[in-house]
């Protein structure tokens, strides 16, 4: 079957139901994604507005992604313990630090190395507490809803695009720093009351007589059965950089076609549209044919740069981001889902924290070099005389301020390829994933406890 849904058997359900415990779970972690990134926004708006240099944009961002490398010893301890208690105790470390800063903020002490310092350990937070959630959502839904569940899973980032700088923007200069981090706060007592409200029902993680519980046996795994995974672990993690190519790119397009105060229009729209890939992923599921829709998902993101690229107008910028970000979903939920089907639960903490660390890992990186690409490689390429605008700049036009454009090109045909080998290589292993990968990497003793609560 090849439709937009979680696979199923012909006598059961095309779309089983994800069941009260993973929505009252789904529904504290999707508030807490909007409040942090509500808080995101709002602090770098805060910083900028204070230090008006950049610099320390780039220290705050590089400090919060930095803990996914750092905490890297301590993700064995994930597939230790029940999910639950990892994710309350990470998402509470993750707290203390945005805590500390906003009693800071009332005594009016706040200094921007405060911020930096809470930004940290946020970051260590959600390192361990990412891989924990997403280890915990095969012991919430039953196999054939973990397509949908995924899809879901994606709904926060996405309101938080659309919403973040709405909300944020008003607070700081209304109310200060202050509004931020309490809204970033009260979000987070939100999830965590959800979370301490549901039964997870897994049992403490036991592996089997090979797995020492430490990285070696998810490694080798990796390497051996899971080695499709290590593909796909190897093309999000070069996705992921180029998309901070088009992150930095879009804002050069984005702010030379609207102007300074209307570019944040296609980031809204692409919000929306990511919002609305999220929406149909959660009620349909992600598609049968996996390798398929992973092929025509990065061909989207392809085919999306290529279109922000060809011309410098408001209507291709935006029907460009859309296509971008509308597809972001299909890519992220599949990914998720045939983890979720084929490592087995014992250590899914541990795989899926590498498959964090990997990405994250290449992102300040790519942000890092492609503000230098832009300014020093393409610009120049594209001012008159330059190789760039004697060749691609006839159909996309010449000149510095296409600099950006041209980036998008390049990450357009990068993502080509990465869609094809992603395709060529284990396209047809991901296309022949059905129920009973998912049985083999779902501890029995979770499926049983799961079940019923999904009538």
Known sequence: MDGMHASAGHDTPARPPLGHRFLIVWFGQTVSAIGSTVSGVGVAVWVFLETGSATWLGLLTALTALPALLTSPLLPLVDRFPRRPVIVGADTFAATGTS?????????????????????????????????FQAAVPTLVVPEALGRAN??????????????????????????ITAVLIVDVATFLVAMGCTLAVRFGDRRNAPDATDDGSWRPALRWLSTDGRPLLVLLVAMATTNFFLAFFNVAMIGLATTVFGAARSGLVFAVGGVAMLMGS????????????????????????????????????GVLIVGAACVLAVVPLVSSTVATIYHERVPSSMQGRVFGVRAAVSRALDPIGAALSGVVITRLAEPAMRDGGWGADTIGRVIGS?????????????????????????????????RADATTGDASVDPTVEAVAAPTTA
């Open 399 to 431: 000149g510095a301020e296409r600099g950006p454009a041209l980036v998008l090109v390049l990450v357009a045909i990068a993502m080509g390829g990465v869609a094809w080998w992603v395709r060529t290589t284990v396209g047809a292993s991901l296309d």
């Open 279 to 314: 929406l149909v992923l959660g009620r349909r599921g992600v598609p049968d044919r996996r390798g398929r829709a992973l092929f025509l998902g990065l061909s989207g993101v392809a085919g999306g740069c290529a279109i922000l690229a060809a011309r410098p107008s408001a």
């Open 151 to 176: 899809g879901l899973n994606q709904l926060g980032p996405a309101v938080g695009v659309v919403i973040g700088p709405i909300i944020a923007t008003p607070l700081v200069a209304w109310q200060g």
């Open 100 to 132: 500390i800063a906003l009693v800071v903020a009332l005594t009016g002490q706040l200094q921007v190395w405060h911020l930096a310092v809470a930004g940290f350990v946020a970051g260590v937070g959600s390192a361990l507490q990412y891989p924990a």
